[in-house]
């Protein structure tokens, strides 16, 4: 089994910041790529950041320049630190992994329960 777990939504003004973390735990051999989706009602889910093993990133054009997506490996764990937010970065966000559980298998995609940022004054 493999856990995600995400920490550090809340409620912030415009032009505030969160941090979101989220931990990788339970069967895991190895991780490739950790990220964040988000999901604001009535529209699809959409990538917000993602980051290799090797630190490699890749960012949505809606967040570049506002929002930092960083890892650490030996705690198999993901964080995004968002400054200057938004109205419409209101939304559910989602830790995603993609990892192998043991030699062999995978990689899968395995996703976080979700954590709520509501960017409101």
């Known amino acids: 089994q493999v856990q995600l777990v995400e920490s550090g939504g809340g409620l912030v003004q415009p032009g505030g910041s969160l941090r979101l973390s989220c931990a990788a735990s339970?069967?895991?051999?190895?991780?490739?790529?950790m990220g964040w989706y988000r999901q604001a009602p009535g529209k699809q889910r959409e990538l917000v950041a993602d980051?290799?093993?090797?630190?490699?990133?890749n960012y949505a054009d809606s967040v570049k320049g506002r929002f930092t997506i960083s890892r650490d490996n030996a705690k198999n764990t993901v964080y995004l630190q968002m400054n200057s937010l938004k109205l419409e970065d209101t939304a559910v966000y989602y830790c995603n992994a993609r990892l192998r559980p043991r030699v062999g298998m995978g990689p899968f995609d395995y996703w976080g329960q979700g954590t709520q940022v509501t960017v409101s004054s």
């Open positions: 339970g069967m895991i051999f190895s991780i490739h790529t």
């Open positions: 980051i290799t093993s090797g630190g490699s990133t």
